[in-house]
Structure formats: structure tokens, C-alpha cells
């Protein structure tokens, strides 16, 4: 049921800057990739370039690994949750994460940030079983999950760093050494250092320079989003009303206190992992971000540690010492399921993450060849727009230089109301408007060359066709 729900609508949205940026990424030889990336290391890419060579520009395909990797997280975290809490905690943290919106829609991003939680749960349920036993073949996991993690996105470097600082404090606390740990992270460091140049590198790139430093609000809106009270996916964020965002915060505060101090089986052991797992390494990022640089962005990164997040709200609602907490907790597990179904339907049935393909779609039918697009008002996002664009269209530097029938100019809807493009006085005695088109956020205005407007009323039937987009068909 998770893999078809983590499927459905899977390549019908549009790929968003982001999500064509992995893909370009991924459009070069494996020994290229790695010093193409801006700002994450290669693992999630290499997968992307395997699926690419077999399958082309598919954006069903494209994101298809995405979707693998969070339904995979779903049955390792029964199988922790099973060996440390028991069954009832199992099924319900499965339900949850399984039913989880946050999850299901980064799922079905053409990112790493599903595998990052798939690896940051791994290590974490390795970690555990480690101390419980300190066999050889747990400590063999951790250093297999972490490395992974730590060559996917340069965040799981607090996970990692998270797991370390408890162990020192386990060890402190109990007065043991066991050496076989210290040996186990000792290998994850030497196997990290060939990264370290190119972790400097990245961090000298201008790629976070739309971040500012972050504020304890930040901290709000990482709880809002791993409640999925909030969706920031792609270009656009969904939102629930107000009152369903307090009273959802709330009931998720309230679940998640008395989930870290019910008494229960495995308490201590789901509460280490909640710590390390999540609380831990977003205060890490935090405090980097504050001093050194902004790096934190509260409803995206922190995704990859929500496995962890989820423990104490499930071990609320796994709640089983009598009948009358056992209710208590069934009533809120349905809350949860009742809600997030209700935000589950309008992420299918109402959000874009952006309205680039089907705008290249409503160009490409409207275009002749030769005629002009000026992208400016897209700043970087214009590359998600040319990902499908055919190539028949002339992207303009000055629309005023070019020689164009028509021209187009793709923005970004302001608000609710649609608004007008600016022309200014030197545009508008050159251009008039013929057309526009909205969608996804994206409006595009076509404009007729008033050279040409009185030989030609009308655009006539297109002259090109898009190539390679999918979608439903888009009426002017």
C-alpha cells in the first residue's frame, strides 16, 4: 500500500529547479558527476544516472528511485521499532510513516532526501543494536549506513557526528570501553576524507546565499513541517488553515511529551534514538548555521531525520499499560490518520510543485519556429523551464533585441490575483499582448510584434509541437 501511494501521480507533476538540476547532474559520465554537484555528494546522483541511461528524461522513471527509497524506510523502521518496543509500537509507527504526507511527497522528489532518511534510520537502528549486543556485524552496519549517508548529502554528517558525541557519553556514563566502537566510527573517518576537499569546495560555492541566519522560529516551522502541517515541496508550499495548525501542533506537542515519558518497554532506547536521530543533529545544524553558515532550511533537510521524529508521537499512541491510555491512544492515531488524509487529498488533487511543463507544453503549441522567450523574470528557475522547452524557441538576453513574431515572458504569479507583467513604455510600443496562460504558480504572457500584428490577426496553427511532455491537455 505504501509503494502504490508513493506512486500514484509520480511523473504527472512537473519537475521543478531543484529536481532538473539532479538530472543535468546526472546527464554526465560517472567520474564527471561528482565535480558537477553544487552542493551535495554523489551516491542519490549515480542511482539517477543509471535510471537516465535506461530510461531517458522519464519523469516517472527519474523519480521512481525516490519512491523505492521511502517505501524501504517504512519496514526497517516495524523492524526497529518490533525488536525494541514490541509489536503494537511496530504497526502503528509503520502505519504513520507509511500514511505520513511529508514522506510521501519527498518521496516523490527527484531528490536524496528519502534515501538520507532511509540511511539516517539505518545508522541510528544499527547504533542501538550495536550497544545492545556490541557484535561485530552491527558495528559493521553502522559504519555501512553512515558512510552511505555521509556520500548522499553533507547533513548526515550531523547524524553521524551525533552518534559519536553518544557514544562518548555512554561510555562515560557506564564506564566501559569497548574499542571495537571507536574503531567502527575511526573507519567511517578515514573513508570520509577523500570527501573533505569537496565538501570545502561546495561550501565556498553561493549556493545557500538566499538563507539567512535562522531564528528559533525556524525551529516552529521544522515541527510544523514534520507534522506535515506544512508541505514546502517544489516552488510551492501547502498549507493547512489556521485552527487545524494549532490544534494539530497541540495534539502533536502533547503526543510527543507523554510519548517520551509513558513507561513502556524500550523507553530509554526509542528516546536515545529520537535524540540522536533527530534532536541532536537539526540543533548541530542550527548553531552551524548561526555562526558559521546559514545552512538550515526547517522543512526540507530536516525530513531525513523524521523516522526518528515520529517515536515518541508513536509510542503515545501505542500507549498499552491499561484500557482506559490504550483508547487514548487509538483515538489519537486516528486523529493523526484522519488528518493527514485530508492533506494527502489536496496534495493530489490541488498542489503543483511547479507549472513548468505544462507551461512549456502551452509555449510549445503557441510557438513558431524562430520566435523569442526572455526568461529574466525566472532567475534561476528559467532552467526548469528550458528542461522542456523544444529548442526551436530563442531564449533573449533584451527583448527588444530580437527579431521575433512573438515573444514570451514566463513570471512567477504575484499572490492570488493574476497581475500583468510590466511591460514599460519601450516594451509596450514594440509588443502587445495576444495571450497568457497560468499554472503551478507560473504565468506566461505571449506577445505579438505590433510590426507584424496587422498582417496577422491571429497566432494560426502552431508550427511545433512539444517534445517529451506528459501531462494532461492544457486549453488556452
Same mark, same amino acid.
Given at each position: 500500500m505504501?509503494?502504490?501511494?508513493?506512486?500514484?501521480?509520480?511523473?504527472?507533476?512537473?519537475?521543478?529547479?531543484?529536481?532538473?538540476?539532479?538530472?543535468?547532474?546526472?546527464?554526465?559520465?560517472?567520474?564527471?558527476?561528482?565535480?558537477?554537484?553544487?552542493?551535495?555528494?554523489?551516491?542519490?546522483?549515480?542511482?539517477?544516472?543509471?535510471?537516465?541511461?535506461?530510461?531517458?528524461?522519464d519523469d516517472f522513471w527519474l523519480r521512481f528511485p525516490a519512491a523505492v527509497f521511502g517505501t524501504l524506510t517504512i519496514p526497517i523502521f516495524y523492524m526497529g521499532l518490533k525488536h525494541f518496543a514490541g509489536l503494537r509500537t511496530a504497526v502503528w509507527g509503520a502505519l504513520l510513516l507509511a500514511l505520513s504526507p511529508i514522506h510521501?511527497?519527498?518521496?516523490?522528489?527527484?531528490?536524496?532526501?528519502?534515501?538520507?532518511? #532511509?540511511?539516517?534510520?539505518?545508522?541510528?537502528?544499527?547504533?542501538?543494536?550495536?550497544?545492545?549486543? +556490541?557484535?561485530?556485524?552491527?558495528?559493521?552496519?553502522?559504519?555501512?549506513?553512515?558512510?552511505?549517508?555521509?556520500?548522499?548529502? +553533507?547533513?548526515?554528517?550531523?547524524?553521524?557526528?551525533?552518534?559519536?558525541?553518544?557514544?562518548?557519553?555512554?561510555?562515560?556514563?557506564?564506564?566501559?570501553?569497548?574499542?571495537?566502537?571507536?574503531?567502527?566510527?575511526?573507519?567511517?573517518?578515514?573513508?570520509?576524507?577523500?570527501?573533505?576537499?569537496?565538501?570545502?569546495?561546495?561550501?565556498?560555492?553561493?549556493?545557500?546565499?538566499?538563507?539567512?541566519?535562522p531564528s528559533f522560529s525556524d525551529f516552529r516551522d521544522t515541527f510544523s513541517a514534520l507534522l506535515s502541517l506544512n508541505l514546502s515541496v517544489g516552488d510551492c508550499t501547502l498549507l493547512?488553515?489556521?485552527?487545524?495548525?494549532?490544534?494539530?501542533?497541540?495534539?502533536?506537542?502533547?503526543?510527543?511529551?507523554?510519548?517520551?515519558?509513558?513507561?513502556?518497554?524500550?523507553?530509554?532506547?526509542?528516546?536515545?534514538?529520537?535524540? #540522536?536521530?533527530?534532536?541532536?543533529? #537539526?540543533?548541530?545544524?542550527?548553531?552551524?548555521?548561526?555562526?558559521?553558515?546559514?545552512?538550515?532550511?526547517?522543512?526540507?533537510?530536516?525530513?531525513?531525520?523524521?523516522?526518528?521524529?515520529?517515536?515518541?508521537?508513536?509510542?503515545?499512541?501505542?500507549? +498499552?499499560d491499561n484500557r482506559i491510555l490504550r483508547r487514548l491512544g487509538c483515538a489519537m492515531g486516528l486523529m493523526w490518520i484522519i488528518g493527514w488524509s485530508m492533506t494527502l487529498g489536496l496534495y493530489y488533487g490541488q498542489f503543483a510543485k511547479g507549472g513548468w511543463k505544462f507551461a512549456a507544453h502551452w509555449i510549445a503549441i503557441h510557438a513558431y519556429a524562430g520566435d523569442g522567450i526572455w526568461p529574466a523574470p525566472l532567475g534561476f528557475s528559467d532552467i526548469a523551464l528550458r528542461y522542456y522547452l523544444p529548442g526551436e524557441i530563442v531564449p533573449l538576453t533584451d527583448p527588444l533585441s530580437g527579431r521575433s513574431k512573438h515573444l514570451f515572458i514566463p513570471y512567477f504569479n504575484l499572490g492570488d490575483s493574476e497581475s500583468s507583467m510590466p511591460l514599460g513604455p519601450r516594451m509596450s510600443r514594440k509588443w502587445s499582448i495576444a495571450d497568457k496562460y497560468r499554472w503551478g504558480g507560473i504565468s506566461v504572457l505571449l506577445l505579438n510584434s505590433k510590426a507584424v500584428a496587422s498582417n496577422q490577426g491571429s497566432l494560426g496553427p502552431a508550427r511545433t509541437r512539444a517534445r517529451g511532455v506528459r501531462g494532461p491537455a492544457i486549453g488556452r
Open positions: 505504501a509503494f502504490l501511494i508513493r506512486l500514484k501521480g509520480l511523473g504527472s507533476q512537473s519537475l521543478w529547479l531543484d529536481e532538473v538540476m539532479t538530472v543535468q547532474d546526472a546527464m554526465h559520465p560517472f567520474v564527471q558527476i561528482h565535480r558537477q554537484i553544487l552542493a551535495s555528494p554523489p551516491i542519490f546522483h549515480y542511482v539517477v544516472r543509471l535510471f537516465y541511461l535506461f530510461f531517458g528524461k510521501i511527497a519527498y518521496s516523490q522528489e527527484l531528490r536524496m532526501y528519502s534515501l538520507g532518511a #532511509l540511511e539516517v534510520l539505518a545508522a541510528i537502528f544499527y547504533f542501538e543494536r550495536a550497544l545492545e549486543s +556490541n557484535a561485530a556485524r552491527h558495528w559493521a552496519g553502522v559504519v555501512a549506513a553512515n558512510l552511505l549517508g555521509l556520500y548522499t548529502h +553533507n547533513w548526515i554528517l550531523f547524524f553521524t557526528l551525533s552518534q559519536v558525541i553518544g557514544y562518548a557519553l555512554i561510555g562515560i556514563q557506564k564506564r566501559s570501553r569497548r574499542p571495537i566502537g571507536w574503531l567502527a566510527f575511526l573507519m567511517i573517518g578515514l573513508f570520509y576524507l577523500p570527501w573533505i576537499p569537496w565538501l570545502h569546495a561546495q561550501a565556498q560555492r553561493p549556493v545557500f546565499s538566499h538563507l539567512f541566519r493547512t488553515v489556521p485552527w487545524v495548525r494549532v490544534a494539530y501542533s497541540t495534539l502533536g506537542l502533547v503526543g510527543m511529551t507523554a510519548g517520551l515519558w509513558v513507561p513502556g518497554r524500550g523507553r530509554d532506547v526509542l528516546n536515545r534514538m529520537f535524540l #540522536l536521530g533527530c534532536v541532536l543533529p #537539526l540543533l548541530m545544524a542550527f548553531v552551524t548555521s548561526l555562526f558559521i553558515k546559514p545552512i538550515y532550511m526547517p522543512s526540507r533537510y530536516p525530513v531525513m531525520a523524521l523516522p526518528c521524529f515520529l517515536i515518541p508521537l508513536v509510542r503515545c499512541v501505542a500507549m +498499552n
